[in-house]
């Protein structure tokens, strides 16, 4: 059954900002994965950070997310750090040549330990790109299975494929199309770099498909971990 795309709300930068701060302070996985990108030097833009409120309906509770890009003054490496209300992080490191984008790491937090995957895209996206999403989506999920689950230190609520695939598309292009990204790229290398969109989304889906408990056996944004949704981290 298809998920209703009203059920992924788009609440901006706004307030992305206040719930990045009060949720990290909170969070020993986002402030793991955080100090783990910086090796990379890469550094928290929380004023740019995306929030979404997501329902489930299999676990009729919503949650909110932020997405929280990462920078540096190395533009072949960029990063992005996804927090949930509850705490529960995932990061993601994005290689790029040119305006390209690569292969990816993705860094997640497991019983107070760093662990890092590295992978191409041919890897993620196998002999080719499939025209049928579904059995793109079954092999995105082999692979993320084959590299082994991560299990959330807290409850999950399940998120759906398609909801996934909304939030990384839509946090990608808002971001492309922010002052910061006008500062530091071109209007054609910014028309470039929004093909990767799909890339994008393809690399939330095995995010998601690597957490332990959801629906699709596996997730960054499968799984989410979760208390009440309330208001509380944006005041």
Known sequence: MGVDMHTTHHLGADLGAKFFYNVTELSDEAKLLSKAMGKYNLRAQPDRSQLFS??????????????TPFSGEDRSVEGGLSVSEGGHAQAV???????VIT?????????????ESEHGI???????????MVVRDRHIQ???ERVGKVKSARP???????QVRSMASVSYNRLLGDDFSRSVHSGKEIEELQSNTSIVSEIGLFVL??????SCCSCSCS???????????VK
């Open 54 to 67: 997501v329902y489930s309906p299999d676990s009729k509770a919503a949650i909110a997310i932020s997405i």
């Open 93 to 99: 490191i994005v290689r790029l040549k040119g305006t």
């Open 103 to 115: 292969g990816f790491i993705h860094l997640t937090a497991t019983n107070g330990e760093l662990l």
């Open 122 to 132: 041919d890897e993620l996206r196998g002999s080719g790109d499939q025209v049928d």
């Open 142 to 144: 082999a692979i993320a």
């Open 156 to 162: 999950l609520i399940e998120i759906e494929p398609a």
């Open 209 to 214: 498909f690597r957490t332990d408990g959801s």
């Open 223 to 233: 799984c989410w971990g979760s208390s009440s949704c309330s208001s509380s981290y």
